[in-house]
Protein backbone atom coordinates (compact mmCIF):
# COMPACT_ATOMS: atom_id res chain seq x y z
CA UNK A 1 0.00 0.00 0.00
CA UNK A 2 1.38 3.34 -1.02
CA UNK A 3 2.39 5.54 2.20
CA UNK A 4 3.92 8.30 3.37
CA UNK A 5 6.89 8.95 5.87
CA UNK A 6 6.76 11.50 8.64
CA UNK A 7 10.18 11.94 10.03
CA UNK A 8 9.71 13.64 13.22
CA UNK A 9 12.15 16.51 14.10
CA UNK A 10 10.52 17.23 17.74
CA UNK A 11 7.97 20.01 17.00
CA UNK A 12 4.37 20.00 18.64
CA UNK A 13 2.31 19.12 15.51
CA UNK A 14 3.62 16.05 13.94
CA UNK A 15 0.86 13.68 14.76
CA UNK A 16 -1.37 16.63 13.51
CA UNK A 17 0.92 16.19 10.63
CA UNK A 18 -0.01 12.47 9.77
CA UNK A 19 -3.50 12.42 10.41
CA UNK A 20 -3.78 15.19 7.93
CA UNK A 21 -2.06 12.89 5.75
CA UNK A 22 -4.47 9.94 6.64
CA UNK A 23 -7.61 12.51 6.13
CA UNK A 24 -6.40 12.46 2.36
CA UNK A 25 -6.56 8.74 2.00
CA UNK A 26 -2.89 8.30 1.86
CA UNK A 27 -1.38 6.03 4.89
CA UNK A 28 1.77 7.63 6.87
CA UNK A 29 3.79 6.58 9.92
CA UNK A 30 5.37 8.87 11.91
CA UNK A 31 9.49 7.79 12.44
CA UNK A 32 12.27 9.31 14.29
CA UNK A 33 14.43 11.81 11.94
CA UNK A 34 17.16 8.92 12.97
CA UNK A 35 15.46 6.84 10.63
CA UNK A 36 18.20 5.12 8.14
CA UNK A 37 18.22 5.79 4.85
CA UNK A 38 18.19 2.00 4.32
CA UNK A 39 15.12 1.67 6.07
CA UNK A 40 13.74 4.55 4.28
CA UNK A 41 13.89 3.03 0.72
CA UNK A 42 13.24 -0.42 2.46
CA UNK A 43 9.73 1.24 2.94
CA UNK A 44 9.50 2.63 -0.02
CA UNK A 45 7.51 5.71 0.42
CA UNK A 46 6.03 7.68 -2.18
CA UNK A 47 6.91 10.98 -0.17
CA UNK A 48 8.53 12.03 3.21
CA UNK A 49 7.53 15.02 5.31
CA UNK A 50 9.86 16.65 7.65
CA UNK A 51 8.25 18.03 10.59
CA UNK A 52 8.99 21.50 12.47
CA UNK A 53 10.58 21.55 15.74
CA UNK A 54 12.31 23.60 18.26
CA UNK A 55 15.75 23.86 17.32
CA UNK A 56 18.05 26.00 15.39
CA UNK A 57 20.02 24.39 11.83
CA UNK A 58 22.90 26.29 13.11
CA UNK A 59 22.89 24.05 16.91
CA UNK A 60 25.35 21.58 16.02
CA UNK A 61 23.22 19.91 18.36
CA UNK A 62 19.93 20.19 16.63
CA UNK A 63 18.34 17.04 14.16
CA UNK A 64 20.38 16.27 11.33
CA UNK A 65 20.03 14.18 8.17
CA UNK A 66 21.99 12.82 5.66
CA UNK A 67 22.84 15.03 2.41
CA UNK A 68 21.84 11.48 0.65
CA UNK A 69 18.29 11.55 1.54
CA UNK A 70 17.57 14.13 -1.09
CA UNK A 71 18.74 12.04 -3.60
CA UNK A 72 16.72 8.78 -3.12
CA UNK A 73 14.17 10.01 -5.84
CA UNK A 74 11.47 10.53 -2.98
CA UNK A 75 9.82 13.93 -2.81
CA UNK A 76 10.10 16.08 0.15
CA UNK A 77 8.00 18.36 1.97
CA UNK A 78 9.98 19.96 4.59
CA UNK A 79 7.83 22.07 7.20
CA UNK A 80 8.98 25.07 9.22
CA UNK A 81 12.46 23.23 10.82
CA UNK A 82 12.23 20.76 7.96
CA UNK A 83 11.62 23.43 5.61
CA UNK A 84 15.23 24.86 6.73
CA UNK A 85 17.01 22.10 7.14
CA UNK A 86 16.50 21.10 3.70
CA UNK A 87 17.69 24.25 2.29
CA UNK A 88 20.41 24.03 4.79
CA UNK A 89 21.59 21.02 4.11
CA UNK A 90 21.59 21.91 0.36
CA UNK A 91 23.84 24.53 0.96
CA UNK A 92 21.36 27.41 1.24
CA UNK A 93 21.71 30.20 3.54
CA UNK A 94 19.29 29.95 6.95
CA UNK A 95 19.78 32.64 8.93
CA UNK A 96 18.24 33.75 12.58
CA UNK A 97 15.79 36.24 12.63
CA UNK A 98 16.35 40.08 13.56
CA UNK A 99 13.12 41.99 14.55
CA UNK A 100 13.65 44.13 11.40
CA UNK A 101 13.80 40.49 9.24
CA UNK A 102 11.80 37.57 8.87
CA UNK A 103 10.87 36.10 12.49
CA UNK A 104 6.93 35.37 12.81
CA UNK A 105 4.50 34.31 14.88
CA UNK A 106 0.91 33.59 14.41
CA UNK A 107 -1.34 34.90 11.46
CA UNK A 108 0.40 35.92 8.65
CA UNK A 109 -1.25 37.14 5.20
CA UNK A 110 1.15 35.29 2.78
CA UNK A 111 1.22 34.90 -1.38
CA UNK A 112 1.59 32.48 -3.02
CA UNK A 113 2.65 31.43 -6.64
CA UNK A 114 -0.45 29.20 -7.61
CA UNK A 115 1.56 27.65 -10.57
CA UNK A 116 3.67 25.58 -8.19
CA UNK A 117 2.31 22.22 -7.63
CA UNK A 118 1.98 22.89 -3.73
CA UNK A 119 -0.73 25.32 -4.49
CA UNK A 120 -2.31 24.60 -7.63
CA UNK A 121 -5.91 25.49 -7.78
CA UNK A 122 -5.51 27.57 -4.68
CA UNK A 123 -6.14 31.30 -4.42
CA UNK A 124 -3.16 33.39 -4.48
CA UNK A 125 -3.66 35.13 -0.56
CA UNK A 126 -4.38 33.49 2.27
CA UNK A 127 -3.49 33.41 6.19
CA UNK A 128 -0.69 30.83 7.30
CA UNK A 129 0.41 29.81 10.62
CA UNK A 130 3.89 30.88 11.39
CA UNK A 131 6.04 29.80 14.15
CA UNK A 132 9.48 30.47 13.07
CA UNK A 133 12.61 32.14 14.89
CA UNK A 134 15.21 31.67 11.97
CA UNK A 135 14.45 32.30 8.10
CA UNK A 136 15.64 31.11 4.79
CA UNK A 137 18.36 33.79 3.56
CA UNK A 138 19.51 32.22 0.79
CA UNK A 139 18.10 29.15 -1.69
CA UNK A 140 20.03 26.16 -2.63
CA UNK A 141 21.28 25.89 -5.93
CA UNK A 142 18.02 24.85 -8.30
CA UNK A 143 15.48 26.19 -5.90
CA UNK A 144 12.72 28.71 -6.40
CA UNK A 145 10.20 30.82 -4.20
CA UNK A 146 6.88 29.51 -4.46
CA UNK A 147 5.40 31.91 -1.47
CA UNK A 148 6.04 35.35 0.29
CA UNK A 149 4.88 37.85 3.29
CA UNK A 150 5.89 41.12 4.07
CA UNK A 151 8.85 40.06 6.53
CA UNK A 152 10.03 36.41 4.72
CA UNK A 153 10.76 36.32 1.20
CA UNK A 154 10.87 32.71 1.45
CA UNK A 155 7.87 31.96 2.75
CA UNK A 156 8.16 28.96 0.68
CA UNK A 157 10.18 27.53 -1.94
CA UNK A 158 10.55 24.65 -4.32
CA UNK A 159 12.79 22.45 -6.38
CA UNK A 160 9.89 20.83 -8.71
CA UNK A 161 12.38 18.72 -10.68
CA UNK A 162 13.82 17.02 -7.71
CA UNK A 163 10.51 17.11 -6.03
CA UNK A 164 11.37 19.23 -2.92
CA UNK A 165 9.19 21.72 -1.42
CA UNK A 166 9.33 23.06 1.65
CA UNK A 167 6.94 25.65 3.72
CA UNK A 168 7.86 28.13 6.22
CA UNK A 169 4.61 28.04 7.78
CA UNK A 170 2.25 24.90 9.66
CA UNK A 171 0.18 23.71 6.86
CA UNK A 172 -1.41 20.89 9.38
CA UNK A 173 -3.17 23.50 11.51
CA UNK A 174 -6.57 24.68 11.26
CA UNK A 175 -5.41 28.46 11.17
CA UNK A 176 -3.37 27.90 8.02
CA UNK A 177 -6.28 28.46 5.72
CA UNK A 178 -6.34 26.00 2.80
CA UNK A 179 -3.69 23.98 4.70
CA UNK A 180 -5.04 20.31 4.08
CA UNK A 181 -5.34 21.09 0.43
CA UNK A 182 -1.68 22.22 0.14
CA UNK A 183 -0.66 18.62 1.70
CA UNK A 184 -3.00 16.99 -0.68
CA UNK A 185 -2.04 18.82 -3.42
CA UNK A 186 1.69 17.67 -2.44
CA UNK A 187 0.70 13.80 -1.92
CA UNK A 188 -1.74 13.80 -5.27
CA UNK A 189 0.42 16.12 -7.49
CA UNK A 190 3.62 15.60 -6.58
CA UNK A 191 4.29 12.23 -5.30
CA UNK A 192 1.48 10.64 -7.59
CA UNK A 193 -0.44 9.02 -4.66
CA UNK A 194 -3.83 7.67 -5.69
CA UNK A 195 -6.03 7.57 -2.70
CA UNK A 196 -5.88 4.23 -1.11
CA UNK A 197 -6.13 4.45 2.43
CA UNK A 198 -10.21 4.23 3.57
CA UNK A 199 -11.73 2.21 6.71
CA UNK A 200 -13.04 -0.04 5.03
CA UNK A 201 -9.72 -1.30 3.00
CA UNK A 202 -8.27 -1.19 6.26
CA UNK A 203 -11.01 -3.16 7.49
CA UNK A 204 -10.78 -5.74 5.07
CA UNK A 205 -7.01 -6.33 5.24
CA UNK A 206 -6.99 -6.33 8.93
CA UNK A 207 -9.50 -9.35 9.19
CA UNK A 208 -7.75 -11.34 6.77
CA UNK A 209 -4.51 -10.42 8.52
CA UNK A 210 -6.15 -11.48 12.04
CA UNK A 211 -7.50 -14.52 10.71
CA UNK A 212 -4.29 -15.69 9.13
CA UNK A 213 -2.51 -14.92 12.58
CA UNK A 214 -4.92 -16.37 15.02
CA UNK A 215 -5.98 -19.42 13.16
CA UNK A 216 -8.24 -21.52 15.29
CA UNK A 217 -6.77 -20.14 18.55
CA UNK A 218 -8.25 -18.60 20.97
CA UNK A 219 -8.15 -14.94 22.53
CA UNK A 220 -9.32 -12.54 24.87
CA UNK A 221 -10.36 -9.12 25.21
CA UNK A 222 -11.07 -7.14 28.25
CA UNK A 223 -13.85 -5.02 27.43
CA UNK A 224 -14.51 -1.64 29.22
CA UNK A 225 -17.13 -0.12 27.00
CA UNK A 226 -14.81 2.37 26.19
CA UNK A 227 -14.21 3.39 22.08
CA UNK A 228 -10.91 1.90 22.16
CA UNK A 229 -11.91 -1.88 23.45
CA UNK A 230 -15.38 -2.02 22.21
CA UNK A 231 -13.94 -1.73 18.12
CA UNK A 232 -11.10 -3.35 18.94
CA UNK A 233 -13.97 -6.12 20.26
CA UNK A 234 -15.68 -5.36 16.96
CA UNK A 235 -12.53 -5.81 14.62
CA UNK A 236 -11.92 -9.27 16.17
CA UNK A 237 -15.49 -10.57 16.98
CA UNK A 238 -15.67 -9.95 12.45
CA UNK A 239 -12.50 -11.87 12.03
CA UNK A 240 -12.26 -14.83 14.87
CA UNK A 241 -16.28 -15.00 15.99
CA UNK A 242 -16.49 -17.62 18.52
CA UNK A 243 -12.74 -17.88 19.11
CA UNK A 244 -12.92 -14.86 20.86
CA UNK A 245 -13.95 -14.21 24.44
CA UNK A 246 -15.00 -10.62 25.79
CA UNK A 247 -15.28 -10.34 29.68
CA UNK A 248 -16.89 -7.26 30.97
CA UNK A 249 -16.82 -6.09 33.98
CA UNK A 250 -19.70 -4.55 35.82
CA UNK A 251 -17.99 -3.23 38.88
CA UNK A 252 -20.69 -1.15 39.86
CA UNK A 253 -19.58 1.85 38.99
CA UNK A 254 -20.99 2.29 35.47
CA UNK A 255 -23.54 4.82 33.84
CA UNK A 256 -27.38 4.50 34.36
CA UNK A 257 -27.74 1.87 31.39
CA UNK A 258 -24.28 1.37 30.14
CA UNK A 259 -23.94 -1.98 31.27
CA UNK A 260 -26.89 -3.13 29.11
CA UNK A 261 -25.81 -0.77 25.76
CA UNK A 262 -22.66 -2.08 25.73
CA UNK A 263 -24.21 -5.72 26.26
CA UNK A 264 -26.87 -5.05 23.39
CA UNK A 265 -24.24 -3.99 21.03
CA UNK A 266 -21.98 -7.18 21.20
CA UNK A 267 -25.46 -9.31 21.21
CA UNK A 268 -25.30 -8.76 17.18
CA UNK A 269 -22.16 -10.94 17.17
CA UNK A 270 -20.83 -14.16 17.49
CA UNK A 271 -19.01 -14.11 20.15
CA UNK A 272 -18.75 -15.08 23.85
CA UNK A 273 -19.63 -12.54 25.88
CA UNK A 274 -19.37 -12.98 29.52
CA UNK A 275 -20.35 -9.94 31.94
CA UNK A 276 -19.42 -10.22 35.33
CA UNK A 277 -21.57 -8.48 37.63
CA UNK A 278 -18.72 -7.80 40.47
CA UNK A 279 -20.34 -5.04 42.20
CA UNK A 280 -21.12 -6.25 45.61
CA UNK A 281 -17.50 -7.58 45.51
CA UNK A 282 -16.15 -3.94 44.28
CA UNK A 283 -18.23 -2.15 46.85
CA UNK A 284 -16.99 -4.39 49.82
CA UNK A 285 -13.25 -3.77 48.54
CA UNK A 286 -13.77 -0.25 48.80
CA UNK A 287 -15.61 -0.38 51.97
CA UNK A 288 -14.69 3.29 54.22
CA UNK A 289 -12.01 3.72 51.59
CA UNK A 290 -11.92 7.25 51.12
CA UNK A 291 -8.55 8.16 49.55
CA UNK A 292 -9.02 8.79 45.72
CA UNK A 293 -5.28 6.77 44.77
CA UNK A 294 -6.28 3.99 47.45
CA UNK A 295 -9.57 3.41 45.84
CA UNK A 296 -8.05 3.82 42.35
CA UNK A 297 -6.01 1.11 44.03
CA UNK A 298 -7.97 -1.12 44.78
CA UNK A 299 -10.52 -0.99 41.79
CA UNK A 300 -7.25 -1.90 39.61
CA UNK A 301 -6.68 -4.74 42.11
CA UNK A 302 -10.25 -6.34 42.60
CA UNK A 303 -10.50 -5.97 38.59
CA UNK A 304 -7.70 -8.20 37.72
CA UNK A 305 -8.58 -10.74 40.06
CA UNK A 306 -12.29 -11.04 38.75
CA UNK A 307 -10.04 -10.74 35.38
CA UNK A 308 -7.82 -13.58 36.11
CA UNK A 309 -11.22 -15.99 37.44
CA UNK A 310 -12.29 -15.52 34.34
CA UNK A 311 -9.05 -16.08 32.37
CA UNK A 312 -9.05 -19.28 34.53
CA UNK A 313 -12.62 -20.37 33.13
CA UNK A 314 -11.83 -20.58 29.91
CA UNK A 315 -7.98 -21.47 30.32
CA UNK A 316 -5.92 -21.98 26.35
CA UNK A 317 -6.25 -18.42 25.62
CA UNK A 318 -3.31 -18.48 22.87
CA UNK A 319 -4.00 -13.87 22.34
CA UNK A 320 -4.67 -11.13 24.50
CA UNK A 321 -6.40 -8.30 22.95
CA UNK A 322 -5.44 -5.22 23.94
CA UNK A 323 -7.26 -1.40 22.65
CA UNK A 324 -3.29 -0.03 22.39
CA UNK A 325 -4.06 3.21 19.83
CA UNK A 326 -1.50 4.92 17.58
CA UNK A 327 -0.94 8.13 19.67
CA UNK A 328 0.68 5.58 22.48
CA UNK A 329 3.27 3.53 20.77
CA UNK A 330 4.25 7.04 18.15
CA UNK A 331 8.04 7.00 19.05
CA UNK A 332 9.45 10.72 19.72
CA UNK A 333 12.23 12.21 17.23
CA UNK A 334 14.23 13.38 19.88
CA UNK A 335 16.82 12.76 22.48
CA UNK A 336 18.16 9.55 23.11
CA UNK A 337 15.70 7.94 25.04
CA UNK A 338 12.80 7.66 22.92
CA UNK A 339 10.16 6.35 24.78
CA UNK A 340 7.47 4.57 23.78
CA UNK A 341 4.20 4.30 25.58
CA UNK A 342 2.72 0.49 24.35
CA UNK A 343 0.68 -0.98 26.27
CA UNK A 344 -0.50 1.94 28.32
CA UNK A 345 -4.25 1.56 28.34
CA UNK A 346 -3.91 -1.80 29.86
CA UNK A 347 -3.29 -1.08 33.34
CA UNK A 348 -1.60 -3.63 34.96
CA UNK A 349 -3.82 -6.52 33.08
CA UNK A 350 -2.25 -9.94 34.12
CA UNK A 351 0.48 -12.07 32.47
CA UNK A 352 -0.97 -15.33 34.31
CA UNK A 353 -3.75 -15.96 31.85
CA UNK A 354 -2.30 -18.47 29.92
CA UNK A 355 -1.74 -16.43 26.41
CA UNK A 356 0.89 -16.66 24.14
CA UNK A 357 1.37 -13.36 22.35
CA UNK A 358 -0.54 -9.87 22.70
CA UNK A 359 -2.58 -8.46 19.42
CA UNK A 360 -3.04 -4.68 19.27
CA UNK A 361 -5.26 -4.47 15.75
CA UNK A 362 -5.94 -0.68 16.19
CA UNK A 363 -2.23 0.12 17.15
CA UNK A 364 -1.49 1.92 13.88
CA UNK A 365 -4.65 3.99 14.01
CA UNK A 366 -5.60 7.41 15.20
CA UNK A 367 -8.29 8.01 17.63
CA UNK A 368 -10.67 9.66 15.06
CA UNK A 369 -10.10 6.39 12.55
CA UNK A 370 -10.60 4.08 15.91
CA UNK A 371 -14.55 6.03 15.91
CA UNK A 372 -14.61 5.46 11.69
CA UNK A 373 -13.84 2.12 11.90
CA UNK A 374 -16.39 1.45 14.60
CA UNK A 375 -18.58 3.14 12.72
CA UNK A 376 -17.55 0.78 9.75
CA UNK A 377 -18.19 -2.32 11.83
CA UNK A 378 -21.50 -1.39 12.67
CA UNK A 379 -21.11 0.09 15.83
CA UNK A 380 -23.81 1.87 17.06
CA UNK A 381 -23.09 5.47 17.07
CA UNK A 382 -23.50 6.39 21.33
CA UNK A 383 -20.55 3.80 22.16
CA UNK A 384 -18.33 4.86 19.05
CA UNK A 385 -18.41 9.03 19.66
CA UNK A 386 -18.64 8.63 23.19
CA UNK A 387 -17.07 10.85 25.65
CA UNK A 388 -13.85 9.34 27.57
CA UNK A 389 -14.97 7.57 30.65
CA UNK A 390 -12.06 6.32 33.86
CA UNK A 391 -11.41 3.68 34.23
CA UNK A 392 -12.87 3.41 38.06
CA UNK A 393 -15.69 5.30 36.87
CA UNK A 394 -18.50 6.75 39.50
CA UNK A 395 -16.45 5.49 42.29
CA UNK A 396 -14.03 8.65 41.62
CA UNK A 397 -16.98 10.55 41.30
CA UNK A 398 -18.60 10.47 44.67
CA UNK A 399 -16.25 12.24 46.60
CA UNK A 400 -15.04 10.20 50.01
CA UNK A 401 -16.71 6.96 50.84
CA UNK A 402 -18.52 5.26 48.70
CA UNK A 403 -22.09 3.64 49.13
CA UNK A 404 -24.32 2.26 46.85
CA UNK A 405 -27.03 4.78 47.63
CA UNK A 406 -24.32 7.66 46.78
CA UNK A 407 -23.78 5.50 43.97
CA UNK A 408 -27.04 5.45 42.24
CA UNK A 409 -28.08 9.39 43.40
CA UNK A 410 -25.05 10.06 41.04
CA UNK A 411 -26.12 7.39 38.46
CA UNK A 412 -29.05 9.35 38.42
CA UNK A 413 -28.27 13.17 38.17
CA UNK A 414 -25.45 12.14 35.89
CA UNK A 415 -28.24 10.41 33.28
CA UNK A 416 -30.23 14.01 33.78
CA UNK A 417 -27.31 15.69 32.75
CA UNK A 418 -26.00 13.88 30.08
CA UNK A 419 -29.65 14.00 28.66
CA UNK A 420 -30.66 17.75 29.06
CA UNK A 421 -26.61 18.36 27.37
CA UNK A 422 -27.39 16.35 24.22
CA UNK A 423 -31.11 17.61 24.19
CA UNK A 424 -29.74 21.07 23.85
CA UNK A 425 -27.29 19.95 21.09
CA UNK A 426 -24.32 21.31 23.17
CA UNK A 427 -22.88 17.74 23.69
CA UNK A 428 -21.11 18.55 19.89
CA UNK A 429 -19.42 21.23 21.72
CA UNK A 430 -17.96 19.66 24.64
CA UNK A 431 -14.61 17.41 25.07
CA UNK A 432 -15.85 15.61 28.40
CA UNK A 433 -19.27 16.90 30.64
CA UNK A 434 -20.52 14.70 33.90
CA UNK A 435 -21.81 14.80 37.51
CA UNK A 436 -19.94 14.72 40.56
CA UNK A 437 -21.27 14.10 44.11
CA UNK A 438 -19.71 16.50 46.72
CA UNK A 439 -19.21 15.35 50.52
CA UNK A 440 -20.76 18.46 51.19
CA UNK A 441 -24.55 18.75 52.46
CA UNK A 442 -26.32 21.87 52.42
CA UNK A 443 -29.82 23.10 54.16
CA UNK A 444 -32.38 23.66 51.59
CA UNK A 445 -36.42 23.98 51.95
CA UNK A 446 -38.60 21.75 49.97
CA UNK A 447 -42.30 22.25 50.38
CA UNK A 448 -42.24 23.64 53.71
CA UNK A 449 -39.97 21.33 54.91
CA UNK A 450 -36.08 21.67 56.23
CA UNK A 451 -33.47 19.60 54.14
CA UNK A 452 -30.18 18.43 54.49
CA UNK A 453 -28.98 16.74 51.23
CA UNK A 454 -26.22 16.45 49.37
CA UNK A 455 -24.49 18.97 46.98
CA UNK A 456 -23.95 18.07 43.25
CA UNK A 457 -21.44 19.56 41.10
CA UNK A 458 -21.43 19.39 37.53
CA UNK A 459 -17.88 19.27 35.05
CA UNK A 460 -18.14 20.15 31.80
CA UNK A 461 -14.82 21.00 29.58
CA UNK A 462 -13.45 21.31 26.58
CA UNK A 463 -10.51 20.43 25.57
CA UNK A 464 -8.26 18.94 22.83
CA UNK A 465 -5.52 16.52 24.60
CA UNK A 466 -7.16 15.94 27.82
CA UNK A 467 -3.73 17.80 29.24
CA UNK A 468 -5.02 21.27 30.00
CA UNK A 469 -8.58 22.21 29.40
CA UNK A 470 -11.28 24.48 29.69
CA UNK A 471 -14.49 24.66 31.85
CA UNK A 472 -17.30 24.81 29.13
CA UNK A 473 -19.65 27.86 28.68
CA UNK A 474 -22.70 26.13 28.57
CA UNK A 475 -25.72 28.30 28.21
CA UNK A 476 -27.46 29.10 31.90
CA UNK A 477 -31.11 28.02 30.16
CA UNK A 478 -29.72 24.84 29.90
CA UNK A 479 -27.42 24.81 33.35
CA UNK A 480 -30.98 26.25 34.87
CA UNK A 481 -33.04 23.39 33.23
CA UNK A 482 -30.30 20.93 34.53
CA UNK A 483 -30.71 22.25 38.12
CA UNK A 484 -34.17 22.64 38.19
CA UNK A 485 -34.71 18.60 37.05
CA UNK A 486 -32.27 17.02 39.03
CA UNK A 487 -33.11 18.67 42.24
CA UNK A 488 -36.65 17.76 41.44
CA UNK A 489 -36.28 14.56 40.08
CA UNK A 490 -33.51 13.34 42.34
CA UNK A 491 -33.80 12.31 45.61
CA UNK A 492 -31.06 13.34 47.82
CA UNK A 493 -29.27 16.30 46.11
CA UNK A 494 -30.29 20.08 47.16
CA UNK A 495 -28.15 22.51 45.79
CA UNK A 496 -26.09 22.45 42.53
CA UNK A 497 -22.73 23.70 41.64
CA UNK A 498 -21.19 24.82 38.37
CA UNK A 499 -17.48 24.01 38.01
CA UNK A 500 -15.61 26.96 36.52
CA UNK A 501 -12.13 25.81 36.88
CA UNK A 502 -9.74 25.41 34.22
CA UNK A 503 -6.91 22.68 34.31
CA UNK A 504 -4.54 23.75 35.27
CA UNK A 505 -4.76 25.01 38.19
CA UNK A 506 -7.79 21.81 38.48
CA UNK A 507 -7.89 18.31 36.85
CA UNK A 508 -10.96 17.40 34.59
CA UNK A 509 -12.21 14.97 37.22
CA UNK A 510 -12.45 15.89 40.78
CA UNK A 511 -10.44 12.75 42.48
P1 LIG B 1 -7.71 14.47 34.86
O1 LIG B 1 -8.72 14.31 35.93
O2 LIG B 1 -6.37 13.94 35.24
O3 LIG B 1 -8.24 13.55 33.67
O4 LIG B 1 -7.63 15.86 34.33
C1 LIG B 1 -7.76 13.54 32.35
C2 LIG B 1 -8.52 12.48 31.57
O5 LIG B 1 -8.24 11.18 32.08
C3 LIG B 1 -9.42 10.55 32.56
N1 LIG B 1 -9.06 9.85 33.81
C4 LIG B 1 -8.89 8.52 33.92
N2 LIG B 1 -9.02 7.54 33.02
N3 LIG B 1 -8.46 5.93 34.67
C5 LIG B 1 -8.81 6.24 33.39
O6 LIG B 1 -8.96 5.32 32.58
C6 LIG B 1 -8.30 6.86 35.65
O7 LIG B 1 -8.01 6.56 36.79
C7 LIG B 1 -8.54 8.23 35.24
N4 LIG B 1 -8.48 9.41 35.88
C8 LIG B 1 -8.80 10.39 35.00
C9 LIG B 1 -10.40 11.67 32.79
O8 LIG B 1 -11.75 11.21 32.71
C10 LIG B 1 -10.04 12.63 31.68
O9 LIG B 1 -10.62 12.25 30.46
Redesign the pocket.
Known amino acids: MEKVLVLDFGGQYNQLIARRVRECHVYCEVKPYTISLEEIQKAAPIGLIFTGGPNSVYDPASPHVDPRIFELGIPVLGICYGCQLMAYTLKGQVMPATEATAREYGKTQTHFETQDALFRGLPDTGITWMSHGDYIAKLPEGFGVTATTDACPNAAISHPGKKLYGVQYHPEVNHTENGLAMIRNFLYEVCGATGQWTMGDYLQRTVRQIREKVGTEKALLALSGGVDSSVAAALMAEAIGDQLTCVFVDHGFLRRKEAEEVEAAFSKWNLHFVRVNAEARFLEKLKGIADPEAK?KGIGEEFIRVFEEEGKKIGKVAFLVQGTIYPDVIESGLGDAAVIKSHH?V?GLPDYVDFREILEPLRMLFKDEVRQLGRELGLPEYLVSRQ?????GLA?RVIGDLTKEKLDILREADFIFREEIAKAGEDKNLS?YFAVLTNTRSVGVMGDGRTYDHTLALRAVTTSD?MT?DWARIPYEVLDRISGRIVNEVRGINRIVYDITS?PPA???WE
Open positions: RNGPFPGPIQFAKTIE
